[in-house]
């Protein structure tokens, strides 16, 4: 579902970011990326939905190569993967129901079907009662789950996020977690790059280790691996 095969990439100012990765993630995994700061694990995650571009090497999703994408498919390709950030990344004008409703809008549903999926993935993120809320009356932890929700409205194959539970309580990061394995069971494809320890050592989930842009470990129902 996943593909990377010798993929490298270097920045304009010639740091080497990943040097050489191989990896397959298949459907319904549920993937943490872990490693030090500098590693190379917000890198591999952004080459995955084309915000960067590999130096080298080819990355597979659903047998379409992203590293050869033209730049006008990438919007429909971007429809095929959810993506969650640490800082959210809502529209603060916007109510809950029209930052999740935004990402269908923009490929003219019909507003009946909007409806109804917006507040479908809203139940899902339990989010129901406060469809009208705006972002800032809501916690760090409502907010997340917008996200999630408008990063699951297009029903994607795989849902990337990038340490979404980063800004949050000990104690919130867990309900995150609740959700995004809610998902993963309804068959979505989870690649999570994080630093809580605690999370990985407890829901047990195959853990891929980065350091120095390689893929330095890679095991099923693996553990952090690092002090902090
Ligand atoms: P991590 O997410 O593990 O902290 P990153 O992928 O962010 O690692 O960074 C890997 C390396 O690439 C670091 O040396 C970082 O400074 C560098 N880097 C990341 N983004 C850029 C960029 N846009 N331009 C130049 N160098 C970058
Ligand atoms: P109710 O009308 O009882 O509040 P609904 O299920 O009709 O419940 O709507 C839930 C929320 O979604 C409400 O806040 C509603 O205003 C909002 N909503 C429904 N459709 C839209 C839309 N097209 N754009 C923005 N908000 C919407």
Request: glycine share 8%; charged share 30%.
């Amino acid at each position: 579902m996943i593909e990377m095969k010798d993929v490298w990439k270097s920045y304009p100012n010639n740091v080497k970011a990943i040097n050489g990765i191989n990896i397959t993630i298949k459907k319904g995994e549920f993937v943490y990326v872990v490693g030090p700061s500098g590693a190379g694990k917000s890198t591999f995650i952004k080459m995955m939905y084309r915000e960067e571009k590999p130096t080298k090497g080819d990355i597979l999703i659903d047998s379409v190569n992203l590293a050869k994408m033209k730049e006008k498919r990438i919007p429909y390709m971007r429809r095929k993967i959810g993506v969650v950030f640490q800082d959210f990344k809502l529209l603060p004008s916007l109510t809950v129901f029209e930052n999740v409703a935004f990402a269908l809008e923009v490929i003219e549903e019909n507003p009946t079907v909007i409806k109804r999926k917006v507040m479908d993935v809203l139940d899902i993120v339990m989010l129901k009662n406060k469809a009208r809320f705006l972002p800032t009356e809501l916690s760090g932890g409502e907010q997340q789950r917008v996200a999630i929700a408008r990063a699951i409205v297009n029903n994607p194959e795989v849902l990337i996020a990038d340490e979404p539970t980063g800004n949050l309580d000990p104690d919130t990061a867990w309900g995150i977690m609740d959700i995004l394995d809610d998902i993963n069971h309804r068959g979505t494809t989870i690649v999570m790059a994080t630093h809580n320890k605690d999370i990985v050592n407890t829901i047990k989930k195959r853990v891929v280790a980065i350091e120095g842009g390689r893929v330095v470990r890679d095991e099923l129902r693996g553990s952090y691996g690092y002090e902090t």
